[in-house]
């Protein structure tokens, strides 16, 4: 069909001949563009539209299709919570939840597929008993949703100073490459690492980006959730990913742009090319050689989790 409808274009000989190519590849998949669709919008949060529930605990599925649950815990208890969000036949992710009835966004981030959310109350030590669970089917209206939408690990809201910086920040951006290159800029010239923090974070760390913003300064997890929520605030996909940079527990982030794709551990552009740059290194380092050759190179990052 496609082939016959060009036959009727007033091209040139080889002008045809590149758009047939073209065209051909599009249809086989292997043309690059192809597989990068366009960047959806996010919906208004909705709640209370479908809920699974029982007397302790309340998981509001009413956004599943944009790649989320909201979780309350509702038992009254004054002890440790968890969830646990798995794929049938993929990964299993492990949430603090607070035990105060604060509701929290627990993101999807496997694909569609078969999910069980369960969350669990600490009966004492490193022993925990279920106290609700659900099994979920998860169709996607887009799969770059998830990455989207704020969540536990990359918390923002529409009104806040994090947003109002991505704003202001995106202003003068001709298109989103250049939005990408701002935001990271910004980040990595005006956070310092907070080596303190570094040196006694507890286990179930959470960032809170507009505390990060307001002193300017935090640890790889703050750098990567702020810069993610800068990002998907612009309407800009991003993984805050989780794993190991060599030997060290570390936190980095990958970028969705339209017509190219996913760039994996890749922030930074230097006009001419990417080049993969985690925003902590180059910001602790004063952008040293040795560190830039050390994040220049994919082997040396291990993903874990991706949020």
Not at 23 to 29: E, S
Not at 260 to 279: C, E
Not at 283 to 294: E, G, I, L, R
Request: aromatic residues 12%; contains cysteine; glycine residues 8%.
């Amino acid at each position: 069909m496609y082939i016959k409808m060009l036959k009727n274009v007033k091209l040139n000989r080889i002008s045809r001949f590149t758009l047939i190519l073209c065209v051909i590849l599009l249809i086989t998949g292997l043309y690059p563009f192809a597989i990068h669709g366009a960047i959806p919008k996010r919906a208004a949060i909705k709640t209370d539209v479908t809920v699974h529930k029982n007397d302790k605990v309340s998981i509001d599925a009413s956004n599943l299709a944009e790649g989320f649950v909201i979780i309350k815990y509702t038992g009254g208890k004054d002890v440790k919570i968890k969830a646990q969000v798995a794929k049938s036949g993929g990964s299993s992710y492990t949430y603090d939840i607070n035990n105060k009835g604060n509701p929290e966004i627990i993101p999807l981030t496997d694909g569609d597929g078969k999910y069980t959310v369960g969350v669990f109350e600490n009966i004492g030590g490193t022993k925990y008993a279920q106290a609700y669970s659900v099994s979920l089917e998860l169709k996607l209206r887009d799969q770059l949703l998830p990455f989207l939408y704020p969540n536990q690990y990359v918390n923002f809201t529409e009104k806040s100073t994090v947003a109002t910086k991505a704003a202001e920040l995106g202003k003068d951006a001709k298109d989103k490459l250049k939005l990408l290159e701002s935001i990271y800029k910004y980040v990595i010239t005006n956070l310092e690492y907070d080596t303190a923090l570094a040196s006694s974070v507890q286990p179930g760390y959470l960032p809170n980006v507009e505390k990060v913003l307001e002193k300017k300064k935090g640890i790889c997890f703050d750098y990567a959730s702020l810069m993610s929520s800068m990002l998907r605030l612009q309407d800009i996909p991003s993984k805050l990913v989780i794993g190991y940079a060599g030997q060290v527990y570390h936190a980095w982030i990958n970028v969705y742009i339209e017509d190219v794709g996913w760039i994996d551990n890749a922030i930074h552009f230097d006009g001419k090319q990417w080049t993969l740059m985690d925003p902590t290194f180059v910001s602790t380092s004063n952008s040293a050689n040795a560190v830039k050759q050390f994040v220049g190179e994919g082997n040396s990052y291990n993903q874990k989790f991706v949020y």
